[in-house]
């Protein structure tokens, strides 16, 4: 717990140095900005939104002030009960950032970003994996919304890059990126990537190509490039770091065809990780010197290694002026590591990973999610989007025979979380732009998981209900 402590000062003090540095160059951007109400100077865009509202669950969890949704949007397996609540970040991340464009050469330019993710609710930085610490020993009807992902309480929990753009020859940056594939599913899903009504948005494990800590790439290389209708992106993650120990890497090709825009990606991403909470047993005293299994540091975590591969194909086709459809496909497939992980070492956000799970997948898993949904603008002021998301998960389950054999033990109950299963999720949003940065919003969002995808569960469906005020720069 002491080390946790200590931890936490670090990142308080961390946040405070950045946002007084963006304060700084907020009263700098007002002082020069333009009559327009831009918030740029001298080539450096001042950006962000705040977005925060009232939400119901029906079967939901407590409010966690670290994870960046706050809330059990989604069914969920520790929503246990209704209730109503404060909710962060219902249609976008709340956030502050620094972006700009610096003129080399004649056609270069240098480019860089710098984002910082906070929870309007708290204040705090936007830390999913102190959500999950928070919940290590308790029984999930008594633990608070948590998940795995992204942000981890660094302090650009964001994009952080810098690199050279041309447009002659694209765009080369080097850091922290939203991949190529989180990319295109913000762009084709009629919900935009909310958190409370886009199941792509909330889980991450589409965009992450299979686990949300891979939303976001330390430690890459991002390639994008632009040539009259068509588009290509390519991104490389070195690993070889106690955060992302594995490399990865994606290739994304698009075309735009009058109203339609279509995309493919394929990416994939060795020792992977998925981070989770310590049960009682784990961070109970052991009995004995010798016992194992227990006695586990309070502030750890544990985790679940694969290699990860995807496929994705999404689209969106304007109508006319007042629709918009989108839809799209993607087919993930977890395996064994072929690199496994013990455990002991830092993960992301500098937690301590203490259990590792190397052989969850001795059949591989393959994860199916499709999507459809449309937009309406009734108005200059008024639009309404609606959605509907599937997972299809395939029966991995495995047992030992009489021999000691490995062998596949199919089932399509939800007995094991291995067994076939699947997840459905429809919902529809309301939203009013009365300036050009407010908007107010309302919505809803309902969600039921069958089978394999509903084990350990304490309630199988969630209505999720809210309405939030959001403000963008």
């Not at 919940?135 to 952080?160: C, E, H, I, M, Y």
């Not at 939203?431 to 919003?441: H, I, L, P, S, V």
Request: net charge neutral.
């Amino acid at each position: 717990m002491q080390h946790y402590q200590k931890r936490a000062a670090a990142v308080a003090k961390r946040s405070v140095l950045a946002i007084a540095v963006l304060a700084g160059l907020v009263i700098s951007a007002n002082a020069a900005a333009a009559d327009d109400g831009s918030l740029t100077w001298n080539g450096i865009t001042l950006y962000g939104a705040a977005d925060v509202g009232v939400a119901y669950q029906s079967h939901g969890a407590p409010l966690s002030q670290d994870v960046y949704f706050g809330l059990d949007y989604l069914v969920s397996k520790n929503g246990n009960k209704s209730t109503t609540s404060l909710a962060p970040n219902g249609l976008s991340q709340s956030k502050i950032g620094l972006k700009g464009t610096e003129k080399l050469t004649d056609g270069l330019d240098f480019v860089f970003n710098l984002e910082m993710g906070f929870n309007p609710t708290s204040g705090r930085l936007s830390d999913a994996l102190a959500s999950l610490v928070h919940n290590n020993g308790k029984a999930a009807v008594d633990q608070k919304t948590a998940s795995d992902g992204s942000r981890a309480g660094q302090v650009f929990n964001g994009p952080a890059f810098a690199g050279v753009s041309s447009k002659e020859f694209g765009t080369l940056t080097l850091g922290r990126h939203n991949t190529p594939l989180a990319d295109v599913i913000g762009k084709d899903d009629p919900q935009a990537g909310s958190y409370a009504f886009s199941v792509i948005g909330y889980s991450g494990a589409t965009a992450g190509g299979g686990n949300t800590e891979n939303v976001r790439a330390d430690n890459s290389v991002k390639y994008n490039y632009n040539y009259q209708h068509f588009r290509f992106a390519a991104m490389w993650q070195f690993g070889k770091n106690d955060g992302s120990p594995g490399d990865g890497g994606q290739v994304s090709v698009g075309a735009d065809f009058g109203g339609l825009s279509v995309d493919g990606v394929y990416a994939f991403k060795n020792t992977s990780i998925a981070a989770g909470s310590l049960s009682a047993t784990q961070i109970a005293p052991c009995a004995t010197a010798t016992a194992t299994g227990c006695g586990l540091a309070h502030d750890s975590l544990a985790a679940t290694i694969s290699d990860n591969e995807s496929w994705t194909l999404a689209a969106n086709y304007k109508l006319d002026d007042q629709w918009k459809l989108f839809g799209g496909y993607e087919q993930i497939t977890y395996s064994n590591p072929s690199n496994p992980l013990a455990a002991g070492f830092d993960g992301l956000g500098g937690y301590t990973i203490s259990v590792t799970n190397n052989n969850a997948y001795a059949f591989d898993k393959k994860l199916k999610v499709s999507w459809v949904g449309a937009r309406f603008q009734l108005s200059k002021e008024w639009s309404l989007a609606g959605g509907y998301y599937h997972y299809d998960q395939n029966d991995y389950h495995s047992a030992k025979n009489s021999t000691g054999e490995i062998v596949r033990a199919p089932c399509s109950n939800n007995g094991f979380a291995q067994c076939s299963g699947n997840l459905d999720a429809f919902s529809l949003v309301a939203d009013y732009r009365f300036t050009k940065r407010f908007d107010a919003y309302a919505g809803v969002m309902y969600s039921k998981v069958a089978d394999g995808l509903s084990n350990g569960y304490l309630h199988d469906n969630n209505t999720n209900l809210m309405t939030g005020l959001r403000f963008q720069f």
